[in-house]
């Protein structure tokens, strides 16, 4: 029989012994509702197997010339999004609930073509997804802006794994026309490369969703004198884990802020298909503590923040849009859930594993208000990723959003302190989040390594999985549990005085990370990746695991390891070259001199050692 996998896995799958040889020439029969997908299915058919089928909407083809049959029939598929693929001597037939049905079918079909070739056995498939919508957010504001190319390249790959929404989460990296002051260094998406993206997206079934913060994550523009009378504060605050220095959020009583962000949404909005819009107002940590302080002790802090939630909804609505919004305030208000417009969209967010995303849901499906979870992928603060918090998060997140009725499953990658990850130490996550958001039942049993290989890095020995897969779980050698960052990450980041400090550290702990680098890494001897940016991926993987070694051995020195400082601020200076290398490789310049200043202050720290 033949050895294939699909990705994500169908509902349902037959497989019998005979196979179906594709004929040098054939038509490709469709309605005008399956376009996009039989242009997919040409594309593909000549790149795997160097065959043009020609399409046709003539329903008096002879039966013998037609080699796929694309057409929607709700009745065969009726599930939203679903479809139906069978293959016979007669040839293959995909029918399909709607267009993005189609387009799914054509996505298994082109993967059993890239796996197998021109012979295919007979085999059914009835399948569908668990989640309405399934997106992945980018974040292009902590420091990567990513180039064009970037972008389609993830566009094509999250349309192949049956993604369909896409958002870049955006504090300054759009570049508007009237405040060329908060983006001319950031290198920002322009109105034209939105439109262009857009379209892109469109043609592969992805819903590219607008993305503006308009509350709390706002220094980039407080900082500048325009905008600094917008400021909550200007001055040091308090925050859960201790203390901030401001500027950071709008202040919500100041009219000017309302009349900023009303200003930007007609600027940024006309250049989306999308009727959603994020607008994300998460982690306003310093609300109450400045210009609102008065208004929050008289009607709480929570009533304050709702109220200025609703005014941006208001502006949302009247231009035509839903809006969604990260839920992390109002979940600590419980009594306010329920003022919450219903038809606005809470983004439920958490990280860690044992984010209680059960509890949330359960209460804001109890007040009627629809939600989407969101998990991440565990990327950030992390050099490596996460790989055992990852999968835990990513499947909670799934479990609980379809045990209470989430509208969608939202999958984030962030960029925190000078986003010092590399693109692929996402893959992993972004594979999971896509095989939960489709099937959560099959992704149970996954084999991860095995499918990151095979259908991210296009890498059918399993090494590529395998090597991304155990580099991101060395973190948990260091004997230290971090919230939503990993001790390596903050031992290149944080100063040597804090790192002493807080202590919890083992020479033989940074040791054993070292070797568990290494051992990970042995896979690289045997892998065999055929996509076209191989080479620099085994440039970033071995970046990363260079950062890992080195963050040991910067532990290793701190805990009293003789005589390493001049070798540590070469090694530093070499992956500071090649992380600028590696960077400009993907994308933009902006960004990059904010994302080297941590390397530059731990060079300085190497220099007065030694």
Known sequence: MANFQLFPTPKRISVYETIYQLPVTALILLDEHSMAAAQRFQQALWQQVQLRWERTLSATIPPELIGLRILLAPDLAPQPQGYRLTVRQEGITIWAHDSAGAFYGVATLIQLIEQLGRDLPYLDVQDWPDFAARGVMLDISRDKVPTMETLFALVDRLASWKINQLQLYTEHTFAYRNHPIVWQKASPMTGEEILILDAYCRERMIELVPNQNSFGHMQRWLKHAPYAHLAETQDEFRVPWGK??????????????????????????????????????????????????????????GRVYLEYLLKVYGEVVRRGFRMQFWGDIVTQYPDLVAALPRDAIALLWGYEAEHPFREQAQQFAAAGVPFYVCPGTSSWCSLAGRTDNALGNLRAAALAGLEFGALGYLNTDWGDYGHWQVLPVS????????????????????????????????????????????????????????????????????????????????????????????????????????????????????????????????????????????????????????????????NRPGGLADSLAGFEELLAEYQALA
């Not at 401001?246 to 009349?259: D, H, I, Q, R």
């Not at 009303?262 to 400045?290: A, I, K, M």
């Not at 990151?452 to 973190?475: E, H, I, K, P, W």
Request: a negative charge; charged letters at 20%; aromatic letters at 8%.
């Open 244 to 301: 901030m220095q401001g500027p950071f959020s709008l202040a919500p009583v100041n009219p000017g802020s309302l009349e900023l962000i009303s200003g930007l949404y007609d600027e940024l909005l006309p250049h989306f298909s999308s009727r959603l819009f994020n607008v994300g107002c998460d982690e306003t940590f310093d609300l109450g503590q400045g210009q609102s302080q008065d208004a929050c002790a008289r009607r709480g802090v």
């Open 427 to 586: 893959f992993l996550g972004w594979v999971a989040g896509a095989a939960y958001a489709w099937n959560a039942a099959a992704a149970e049993s996954a084999n991860w390594p095995s499918l990151v290989s095979q259908f991210a890095f296009d890498d059918r020995s399993g090494s590529m999985g395998q090597v991304m897969y155990d580099l991101g779980n060395v973190y948990q050698l260091s004997g230290q549990a971090l919230h939503n960052s990993s001790a390596l990450f903050w031992l290149l980041r944080w100063p040597a005085e804090r790192i002493l400090e807080r202590g919890g550290l083992s020479k033989e702990a940074l040791v054993a990370c070292r070797a568990a680098v290494e051992r990970a890494c042995l896979p690289l001897l045997s892998e065999r990746m055929t996509r076209s940016d191989a080479e620099l991926i085994r440039r970033e993987v071995a970046l990363t695991a260079r950062m890992l070694s080195h963050a040991c051995r910067r532990g290793e020195m701190l805990l009293g390891a003789q005589n390493m400082q001049r070798e540590l601020r070469e090694d530093l200076r070499q992956i500071v070259e090649e992380y600028r290398t590696v960077w400009l490789l993907r």
